[in-house]
């Protein structure tokens, strides 16, 4: 996937951020995906990754920070501000109204029922998402079988252990990190004559 040189203003930077979270109500990470690697391409589904994994690690909401890190790569601070703009100015005031509406209306059956099978659609999007950025993994230095070993670790620790993010970031992401770099280590040093 050719990979273009990103959006040509600050302007493109906010309403493309806008039009994100605008579109991804309960599950902008897979809007995400499509929005900036397939329909824009700023980035390919690798940068993505990469950027996703950062997101992961950091305070905040994964999309938030993934545009702060995406204005900031454009534009710097002022696209960063752009980008954070554009990512919750619109939707805020969505999500205030719709609190407030939901504050009237919480103790209706109809609405606890459906609030309950949007979760089911939420978790199909997360779902989606792994699945589309799973080819991204063989240009991980840990090579595919290592990746997806290490993803079903994450996915036992997390559904079976219940390990809370912080321990499981320093066990397995320290894991992760460490069989990365000697990946890398292996890939620079066979690349040397």
């Given at each position: 996937?050719?990979?273009?040189?990103?959006?040509?203003s600050l302007g493109q930077l906010f309403w493309a951020f806008n039009r994100l979270a605008l579109q991804g109500f309960?599950?902008?990470l897979a809007v995400a995906q499509r929005e900036?690697?397939?329909?824009l391409g700023w980035l390919s589904r690798e940068d993505f990754l990469d950027t996703f994994a950062i997101a992961q690690v950091l305070p905040g909401p994964n999309i938030v920070n993934i545009s702060l890190m995406l204005g900031d790569r454009f534009f710097g601070t002022r696209?960063?501000?752009?980008a954070?703009?554009?990512?919750?100015?619109?939707?805020?005031?969505?999500?205030i109204s719709m609190a407030a509406l939901y504050g009237e209306f919480a103790n209706l059956p109809m609405v606890s029922n459906a609030l309950r099978?949007?979760?089911?659609?939420?978790?199909?999007l997360i779902m989606a998402t792994g699945l589309k950025l799973l080819p991204s993994l063989k240009m991980s230095p840990l090579g595919r079988p290592l990746a997806l070993l290490l993803a079903l670790l994450t996915i036992a620790a997390v559904v079976y252990l219940r390990l809370p993010l912080p321990y499981l970031l320093l066990s397995l992401g320290s894991v992760?990190?460490?069989?990365?770099?000697r990946g890398l280590r292996r890939q620079e040093t066979a690349g040397k004559p």
């Open positions: 996937m050719k990979v273009k040189a990103g959006p040509a309960g599950g902008v900036l690697v397939e329909r696209g960063a501000f752009a954070l703009a554009g990512m919750l100015c619109f939707p805020s005031l969505i999500v099978g949007m979760g089911a659609v939420s978790a199909g992760g990190m460490a069989l990365a770099w």
